[in-house]
């Protein structure tokens, strides 16, 4: 019967594709990975639970090493024609989410062992979102890029309702599913008519025709689909006006799970984004340079405005991650003048930003283990009791506010030599605004250094508390990069040396 | 030259004293200030052999003029951190790249002071930092006259404070972290002085800045002292942004290079359009005005008072303050042609120095706290030298800063001394008093400091200050040295005149009258008294390193040391014209300084023989009792006027008359228009005005962020409709505009 | 072909299902306004897949799975919203805010 079948299909219509086991290697690692773990879960139930963190670690650890390997390795390789690419920077950006993943892992494993949540499914949800962004960082086709969205949206939709019984982690939950539903119906929809006047899902096809078409025939509806297709990422990455989401969620989801939020998803829209925008929408400069431009200059400015009248110090990351979100689009509205240096300039603050921001959580889930409390005050009186942790804190927020000598001065350094390097109006202008907000931004972060070190103690508590080892582990990586970026900044632009894909965007 | 390539290891070491005493501090039986003081020692004998070998290695420079010596004097820089001068080495006698400048850009007729034409020979030396695509960006030293100096100053100073802090902060709760701050913050400093690109600089000036904040605050116990580093921060964060600006824009000015003698030589020799050099120069200011405290940034400087007396000496008065006004003078070029100061009469860089000149000595005399005395005077002090690098008295601000260090440096540890002795008060006004024979050591290095201060011939204040008032050519006879700065030379006399009234201000209520504090004072220990006596003798004698040129019956070689070792000649320095010395401004500037003296020295000695200062001039009653009792009730008069007086009764009215009418009218006038006047612009302007808009633009800034979060409702559907209509209103606006 | 009818279709689809999004009280029902817009997606989808090849076809059918996964997950949190709350009208849930 089914010999009868296979003689039915032409031959020629049929061709099996030749697949480069190598090049998606992270990603099938990945993929075994959360399987292994959902398997083991419903099989042995309980008696697996203590050995999730550790497995989901090895899994996510595991698959640094095909990474590794193609690093050295060095070619590009292009996959199932062209949709899907494995060159240096999305071995960069591989290395970073898997990195990423295993530093809120190590956050997670007292936290969620000595909550009341479920443990096993947590680490197969955050494994299986880390499949999503791998899937992101190569991905050059519209559907396999949507693909990768769902995949790392939808489990962190679960994580953040996580804490059942609580409601504010329900709302948060809500909030984040019913906002991000929504962009990615706008997406959906952009993408749709993407489609329709480029042909293709494949991004290189899209953009000969966006050159095709120009301003001529069709051009409104091009503009509308950029327009919603990147509005869909910008939700991602908490640009304002799209950001309102950030904070209830944030706030309300569990720690590491903002830490996961904050960092690697925010760091996925960017993705997308660059994925978009550089090798796709880079054919129209004159809509895509002021969309930026807008959507930078909002976000940066109203991020660090409402950031100072925070009291909590996680809505006040939130708002400092959408100003920061601001300072990594800039780079975007120079896009046609200084391509390169714009792109290494996101890439590289990107890893920075997920290296102090990660910190920057880490700390304070070693805080609220014991003040129970996440508002700014009840830090006060931090350095007499914790001293150690205010320093790590003191040079997590340094970082974030930009001052040498840790990395966070290097990210805006790069960002500002983009701007200016781009020598056009619109790029001087964003440097100054951008010059402006980081004296502001200098301002909230430095408020809460200052409520470590100066004030009191609320109610006179100084008794110390253990901190696991774990995540002592996940500040030591953390504090580690961030010094290490800013003095060094030579390893990053290392290992982020774009020149092959500089030759292929020159083409 | 192995100085000069090794200067590394100055930095290096305060570094490692550093790491020594954060780790091992607390274990040392001196709770690491030994480590500290034996580090600090071990640099300045360093820099000590390093101008050493400097004064040799200019002394010993080959005969050469013109530009090919220029070209050649290039040689000792390392090809891999100057483009120029890795083109001067592929060119071989790097005459080529010399052209733009000729003997004929040089002033005709100028007068030369001294100056023999022989070019300096920089030696910078430098390691990759970090490449950034096809940019290489280096880190290293660049060992010239000015770095020396500054690598002399700073050692000196800090050690000298090391040693007065060991008695100072004894018993000091966080006693090994004071001393491994210090020895950070010089570490910083060095770090800054011996930058070899700009990059370089903005990493030490931001380091220089977060180890102020850490001294500033050392009390942080006490909210008004971590409030006060704050502010010190945030000010200057505000300059960061200026320096950042100014540093991209001379980065893609100088074609893509950040090595400072790169954006000098090619500053000077117009390879760079004049209005990128102003912008350049411009934002630069910005960062002046607030690491150097002029006006309208120097808020910050006399609130950050708080922090312990020896931090004040080191950071407000000798060395932080000072980065502004190196960094001017180390990318001189840029700011000499971007500001065009050769040949104009005002420009942005004079003005802001004489307001600031002016206003902070007015500020001066009304504070009762003797270090923000002290304070404004250096916010005045840095007015001084800003107003001549604006003016093109580029050594003489060079000059004004070295001898400055020394007296302020005194007068500082002289105020701690009392403090000391006075249990931790600085009201001048209300705790001391009387101070002058139970403290000997401290009343008489307080006092040279404060004649050297004023300007008193021959101490070293006199010479610095008076070059600076000659560099302003403006006074008959030192015309036109780089232009005529009239308003400069005007203002900068009023300001040394009020400076040299405040300091008697001072004196008087800290050593004379009766002592009003509590407790008993006594005079410090020898670590806190040496310290002051080595300050006030350098203090005193400073100025002999730059006696003047026109001194020509002094041996050869003995004037104008300073000009010849410090100042750059050749391709990366502009080509400046020194005023020569006039004897006339010289009598004209020590009278001006001695009129301020004698006038305070009359309002404040005199009135408060009668115990009842400043009431005359209140009430009429008042003034004819007072009257009664300077007379001593007319018992004296009785013997002297109509006894004694039947022979000299003429003259001793008429003597009578003058003093009474004439003298104290004067006194009382100057007294009442400086103390009202500057009261009024205490209270007017600097509090109300400057910290209002500074306190105005952040509350501004939190306000808008109130309304804001307004935005924020926590309703899904409220979030979603603001998503939506942003959707339409960015897709409408973009379909219609671009189409 | 009735491209520009199909397209109108979609626009009014989508419009219709933002609506819902933006106006309805009941959780449930604008999870339902977002299939609205989902399927206008998957109109816009097809049609130009007449003129574009399979490519448009197969991407409706992944925004069909993907649109049940979702759903699936948005009725989980709704339901364990109306567990702890006892109701699913989303203008109660603002208990995070400024």
Redesign the interface.
């Known amino acids: 019967m089914i010999a009868t079948l296979l003689q039915l299909l032409p031959e020629a219509d049929f061709l099996s594709p030749t697949i480069d086991w190598h090049a998606i290697a992270p990603e099938m690692v990945i993929l075994v990975g959360s399987l292994v773990l959902i398997l083991l879960d419903s099989i042995k139930l309980d008696k697996a639970k203590p050995f999730m963190p550790t497995l989901a670690s090895l899994v996510l650890l595991g698959a640094m090493i095909p990474v590794i390997t193609l690093a050295i390795d060095g070619s590009t390789r292009v996959l199932f024609g062209g949709s899907y690419v494995v060159d240096s920077m999305s071995l960069v950006l591989k290395a970073l989410f898997l990195v990423s993943a295993y530093i809120v892992v190590l956050m997670s494993t007292n936290y969620v062992a000595d909550g009341d949540y479920w443990e096993s499914e947590y680490y197969s949800l955050i494994v299986a979102a880390v499949l999503g962004m791998l899937v992101m960082c190569s991905a050059r086709d ?2 396999m890029i ?2 990768a969205l ?1 995949l790392l949206s ?1 489990p962190a ?2 994580l953040a ?1 996580w804490r ?2 609580d ?2 982690s ?6 984040y ?3 991000g ?6 997406l ?2 952009g ?3 993407m ?2 006047v480029g ?3 494949r991004l290189d096809v899209i953009a000969e025709n966006l050159v095709r078409i120009g ?1 001529g025939r069709g ?2 509806i091009v ?2 689909a950029m ?2 297709v990147i ?1 869909g990422f910008a ?1 991602k990455v908490s640009a304002v ?2 950001h ?2 950030a ?2 969620t944030y ?2 989801a569990p720690t590491p799970v903002t830490a996961f939020l904050a960092v690697a998803s925010k760091t996925a829209g960017f993705v997308a984004l660059i994925q978009i925008v550089f090798y796709c929408f880079a054919a129209r400069p ?2 895509i340079q ?2 930026f431009a ?1 959507l930078a200059i909002l976000s940066m400015t ?1 991020g ?6 925070q009291t909590n110090v996680v ?1 006040m990351l939130a708002y400092s991650g959408i100003a920061q979100a601001g300072f990594m689009l800039a780079p975007f509205a120079v896009i046609e003048t200084n391509r ?2 714009a792109l ?1 300039s996101i890439v590289i603050y990107l890893v920075i930003y997920a290296a102090m921001n990660l910190g920057a959580f880490a700390v304070i889930i070693a805080i609220t283990r014991k003040t129970r409390s996440a508002e700014i005050s009840s830090l006060g009186g931090l350095f007499s009791y914790m001293p150690g942790l205010t320093v790590v804190m003191t040079i997590f927020l ?1 970082s974030l506010a930009g ?3 840790f990395g966070g ?1 290097y990210a805006k350094f ?1 960002v ?2 983009a701007l ?2 781009g ?1 056009t109006a619109l790029g001087y202008a964003l ?2 605004i951008m ?2 907000n ?3 931004a ?2 909230y972060y ?1 408020n809460v250094a ?1 409520t470590m ?2 004030d009191e103690a609320p109610d006179g508590d100084t008794a110390p508390v253990k901190i696991p080892f774990t995540l002592i582990g996940a500040m030591g990586i953390t504090v580690v990069a961030t010094v290490l970026f800013g003095v ?7 290992i982020s040396d774009f020149s092959p894909v500089a030759a292929a965007l020159g083409r | 030259m192995w100085f000069f390539t090794h200067v590394w290891i100055i930095p290096a070491l305060m570094a490692l004293s550093f790491l020594l005493i954060l780790f091992f501090g607390k274990k040392m039986p001196k709770k690491g200030a030994e480590i500290g003081i034996v580090f600090v020692g071990a640099a300045f004998v360093l820099a000590l052999l390093t101008g050493g070998n400097w004064i040799a290695w200019s002394n010993d420079n080959p005969e050469g003029h013109g530009p090919a010596a220029e070209g050649a004097a290039l040689a000792n820089v390392d090809p891999s951190c100057s483009s120029v001068a890795a083109e001067a080495a592929a060119v071989g006698e790097g005459v080529e790249q010399v052209e733009g400048k000729t003997a004929a850009s040089e002033p005709a007729g100028a007068e030369k002071g001294g100056h023999e034409e022989v070019a300096t020979r920089p030696v910078v030396s430098c390691v990759n930092w970090f490449e950034n695509g096809d940019q290489t960006i280096s880190i290293g030293t660049l060992v010239d006259g000015q770095s020396v100096l500054l690598l002399i100053v700073v050692t000196l100073i800090s050690l000298l404070v090391h040693v007065f802090s060991t008695d100072y902060v004894h018993g000091d709760r966080r006693y090994t972290h004071y001393f491994a701050f210090l020895s950070l913050f010089t570490a910083s400093m060095l770090f800054f002085v011996l930058s070899e690109n700009t990059l370089q600089m903005i990493v030490g000036w931001e380091l220089v800045g977060v180890c102020s904040f850490a001294l500033i605050g050392h009390w942080w116990e006490e909210k008004p002292n971590s409030d006060a580093a704050l502010k010190a921060f945030l000010t200057n964060r505000v300059g960061d942004i200026g320096l950042l600006v100014g540093v991209i824009v001379l980065y893609f000015a100088a074609g893509k290079s950040f090595s400072i003698l790169d954006l000098n030589i090619l500053a000077n020799e117009g390879g760079i359009s004049h209005n990128l050099l102003l912008i350049g120069s411009l934002c630069l200011i910005t960062a002046v005005m607030s690491k150097s405290g002029q006006f309208i940034l120097h808020t910050w400087l006399p609130d950050a008072m708080a922090g312990p007396t020896p931090v004040s000496a080191l950071i407000h008065a000798a060395t932080m303050v000072v980065a502004g006004v190196y960094m001017v003078a180390r990318l001189y070029p840029v700011f000499f042609e971007g500001l065009s100061i050769s040949g104009s009469s005002v420009n942005a860089l004079s003005m802001i120095g004489a307001i600031t000149a002016l206003f902070g000595a007015m500020l001066a005399f009304v504070q009762k706290d003797i270090k923000k005395v002290l304070a404004y005077s250096t916010v005045s002090q840095l007015g001084f030298m800003v107003t001549a690098l604006g003016v093109g008295a580029w050594t003489a601000a060079l000059f004004h800063l070295f001898t400055h260090a020394f007296f302020k440096a005194c007068l500082f540890l002289g105020a701690g001394s009392l403090s000391h002795a006075c249990h931790h008060s600085f009201n001048m006004v209300d705790d001391m008093g009387g101070l002058r024979k139970i403290m000997p050591k401290t009343f008489w290095t307080y006092l040279v400091a404060t004649a050297a201060l004023a300007g008193v011939f021959p101490l070293s204040g006199f010479w610095s200050k008076d070059e600076i008032l000659a560099g302003t050519g403006s006074f008959p006879g030192t015309q036109g040295a780089n232009g005529e700065y009239h308003v400069m030379l005007v203002m900068l006399l009023l300001a040394a005149f009020c400076t040299a009234a405040y300091m008697t201000r001072t004196i008087w209520y800290a050593f004379y009258g009766e002592y009003r504090g509590h407790g008993t004072p006594h005079e410090s220990g020898p670590r806190i008294t040496t310290p002051l006596i080595i300050l006030a003798s350098l203090g005193a004698i400073a100025g002999i390193v730059n006696l003047p040129a026109a001194f020509d019956f002094l041996p050869e070689g003995a004037q104008t040391r300073f000009e010849h070792y410090v100042e750059p000649v050749g391709l990366y320095f502009p080509a400046i014209t020194h005023a020569g010395f006039n004897p006339a401004l010289a009598v004209v500037s020590v009278l001006v300084g001695l009129a301020g003296i004698g006038l305070a020295y009359l309002y404040f000695f005199k009135d408060a023989f009668a115990g009842l200062h400043g009431l005359a001039e209140r009430n009429k009653v008042a003034a004819f009792f007072k009257n009664i009792l300077v007379n001593k009730y007319y018992f004296d008069w009785l013997y002297t006027t109509v006894i004694v007086g039947f022979v000299k009764g003429p003259l001793a009215r008429a003597a009578n008359w003058f003093s009474a009418n004439v003298i104290d009218g004067l006194v009382n006038l100057v007294g009442k228009t400086a103390v009202g006047s500057g009261n009024w612009v205490y209270k007017n302007v600097d509090q109300k005005v400057v910290d209002g808009a500074v306190n105005g633009a952040g509350s501004s800034a939190s306000g808008v962020g109130a309304m804001l979060r307004l935005t924020q409702t926590g309703r899904i559907q409220q979030y979603a409709a603001l998503f939506f209509a942003a959707v339409a209103i960015l897709a409408g606006v973009f379909v219609v505009v671009i189409g | 072909m009735l491209l520009n009818q199909f397209l109108l279709l979609s626009a009014i689809l989508f419009t219709i299902g933002v609506y819902g999004v933006i106006v309805r009280k009941n959780g449930v029902l604008v999870l339902m306004s977002i299939e609205l817009v989902l399927n206008a997606v998957n109109i816009n989808l097809i049609v130009f897949s007449t003129y574009w090849g399979i490519a448009g076809q197969v991407f409706a059918l992944f925004t069909i799975a993907i649109a049940a996964a979702e759903v699936g997950v948005g009725l989980a949190i709704v339901l364990l919203i109306y567990r702890n709350q006892r109701s699913v009208d989303i203008d109660e849930l603002d208990e995070m805010k400024g």
Do not use: C
């Open positions: 519209l559907l949507f693909v769902e939808i939709y679960m309702a059942k019984g409601e504010k329900n709302e948060a939950g809500l909030k599913y019913l906002m539903v929504f962009a990615s119906a706008v959906l929809y993408m749709s008519l489609y329709g042909r293709s899902t301003d051009a409104p503009t509308l327009i919603f509005i939700f006006p799209f309102t989401w904070p209830d706030e309300g004159d809509i002021p969309v807008v109203v660090n405005l409402i950031a100072l009248k809505r390169e240096q290494s340094a001052i040498p000598p001065w790069g500002w030599q200016i390097g020598n440097a100054i010059a402006i980081t004296v502001v200098a301002y430095l200052k070190w100066f060094l900044p030579g390893l990053l632009t290392n």
